[in-house]
């Protein structure tokens, strides 16, 4: 039997033996555990430094209206022309999220206290004093004043952009917004400020449409003499009456909260017990395969000598 694995050993000199495989992971043990410790160390360090993140997230859905079906009738084809055959909740869900991601709409919100400053000098929050913790290198808080100057708007809006999630559920029609923040007050009021800001600007923009229209259909009907035509123009002064009334009422006006902003009581990031676990393991893998690449290249080395 010993002849015979002698033998196949000769036979076979670059098959992998477990038992060297073995002995040559006992021999870099002590490296191996460094390895691992260094690995593990780094990552707990890591860990505990990186910053804490926030995330307020807000479920919504598009408020819907009883004015649909009175444009509907007296638009007839033309609003399915356009949408394509699309949802209408849909193409009003496509509108608010790009809307959110618009830089004019971040023009809007940046001149808001404290947007600015949240989003370009936050170094962390304070617990006790629930009070946002800023950059002294780059904000002063006790003056309101930027050390550095103020921060370009295109900085400002890549910073927002980084720190907000949008999506639309195409099914169902539910948008999710979630802002991701190193205060989880600001975090909360933020997204509440958004969803206040788009409902605020849509109901400002419809009821100066609504306004104009009105002021053309009074004119139309003073000028018209046909039934006909007096009955349609009526029916619209009635639509616009209403889509008036229900922007004046209504409080969500284009996007209704299911789940509404709520400041985070766990962080998101860094998820610790995650980055220790992958960086040992990392650790465990990366040494392994080390010990083994400087045994085969040793051995290598030796056969070449003799």
């Not at 859905?61 to 007839?76: C, H, L, V």
């Not at 676990?277 to 650790?283: K, M, Q, R």
Request: charged share 20%.
């Amino acid at each position: 039997m010993n002849d015979f694995d002698t033998a196949s050993s000769a036979d076979y000199p670059d098959e992998i033996n477990l038992r060297e495989l073995i002995n040559a992971l006992s021999a870099s043990r002590n490296f191996i555990a460094i390895s691992i410790a260094l690995f593990t160390l780094v990552s707990v360090i890591y860990s505990l430094l990186a910053p804490q993140i926030w995330t307020s997230q807000a479920l919504l859905t598009i408020s819907k209206s009883d004015t649909g079906s009175m444009s509907s009738s007296a638009q007839g084809g033309l609003a399915s022309l356009v949408s394509f055959g699309m949802n209408e909740s849909n193409v009003e869900g496509s509108k608010a999220t790009a809307t959110i991601r618009s830089r004019e709409f971040f023009n809007h919100i940046v001149e808001f206290d404290g947007v600015l400053a949240n989003l370009m000098a936050a170094k962390s929050f304070d617990h006790k004093s629930n009070q946002t913790i800023f950059k002294s290198s780059v904000y002063d808080l006790k003056e309101q004043k930027w050390v550095n100057g103020k921060p370009s708007i295109w900085e400002a809006y890549k910073a927002y952009l980084g720190s907000l999630e949008v999506t639309l559920d195409s099914k169902s029609g539910f948008i999710t917004i979630a802002i991701n923040h190193r205060s989880p007050i600001f975090a909360e009021s933020f997204l509440s400020l958004i969803i206040q800001e788009i409902n605020s600007l849509s109901r400002q923009k419809d009821l100066a449409e609504s306004e104009a229209s009105l002021q053309y259909l009074y004119k139309e009907l003073e000028s018209s003499y046909l039934s006909e035509v007096r009955l349609t123009i009526s029916q619209l002064i009635e639509s616009q009456l209403k889509k008036q009334m229900l922007a004046r009422v209504k409080t969500d006006y284009i996007l209704e909260s299911i789940d509404s902003p709520f400041v985070p009581k766990e962080r998101t990031k860094p998820q610790r017990t995650r980055i220790v676990l992958i960086c040992f393991f990392l650790g465990t893998i990366l040494s392994t395969l080390a010990s083994l690449i400087w045994f085969y290249v040793n051995k290598n080395l030796k056969k070449f000598d003799s």
